[in-house]
C-alpha cells in the first residue's frame, strides 16, 4: 500500500490510479455541448418574440390546408362539424368539433394568429348531405395579436372552397 509513510502521495481507493481518456473526454463535452445548444435554441425561440411575416405567412397557407382536409374528411366519412371563431379576440388555433364531440384542432403555435373577420359570433356548420357549410367564412391571419392588420384571409366559400388570398372577398 502506497502512503505518506513511504514518501508517495495519498489518494482514496476508488481513484488509485485512474483517470479519463482523451476519447472519453471528447464524447462527454460533445454530449454536454449538444444539449446546450438545444436547450438555448428553444430558449431563444420562446423569448424571441413575434414570428416575422414570412413565417405567418407561410403559417396560414398550412392552416387553409389543414382545413381544406377537414372539409375533404368531413365529406368521405359522412359526419358533421361545427366550426367557432372568435371575432374580437385573436386565437392561435382553429378548431372544428365533430357531431359525435370529438374535436380537431389545427395549433399555429404563435406563429399565425387567426380571427374571424365577421363582426358577429356565429357557429358554422358543415352539412356532409350537400357539402355546404353556413355560413361561409373569412378568416384572418396575422403575425401578432397585437398587431391587427392581417397578412392573408383564409376565405370559405359556402361550397367548402378553400382559398388563402392577399385582400378579403367584397361583401
Not at 27 to 35: M, T
Not at 110 to 139: D, E, L
Request: hydrophobic share 40%.
Amino acid at each position: 500500500m502506497r502512503c505518506a509513510d513511504r514518501g508517495g502521495r495519498f489518494r482514496p481507493p476508488l481513484f488509485r490510479d485512474r483517470g479519463f481518456s482523451l476519447a472519453e473526454l471528447l464524447a462527454v463535452l460533445a454530449i454536454c455541448l449538444v444539449l446546450g445548444g438545444g436547450a438555448s435554441v428553444a430558449l431563444v425561440s420562446s423569448f424571441a418574440g413575434a414570428p416575422s411575416d414570412e413565417t405567418a405567412v407561410r403559417e396560414g397557407k398550412y392552416a387553409a390546408q389543414w382545413l381544406q382536409r377537414v372539409f375533404h374528411k368531413a365529406l368521405l366519412s359522412g359526419r358533421s362539424f361545427v366550426f367557432r371563431l372568435s371575432p374580437s379576440v385573436p386565437q392561435k388555433r382553429l378548431k372544428i368539433q365533430w357531431a359525435d364531440g370529438s374535436e380537431e384542432i389545427y395549433d399555429g403555435k404563435g406563429r399565425v394568429w387567426f380571427t374571424n373577420r365577421s363582426a358577429v359570433m356565429a357557429f358554422c356548420t358543415y352539412s356532409p348531405k350537400w357539402n355546404t357549410i353556413s355560413p361561409a367564412f373569412t378568416i384572418e391571419a396575422g403575425s401578432s395579436p397585437d398587431r391587427r392588420r392581417p397578412l392573408k384571409y383564409i376565405v370559405v366559400t359556402p361550397f367548402c372552397r378553400v382559398s388563402y388570398r392577399d385582400d378579403p372577398p367584397r361583401d
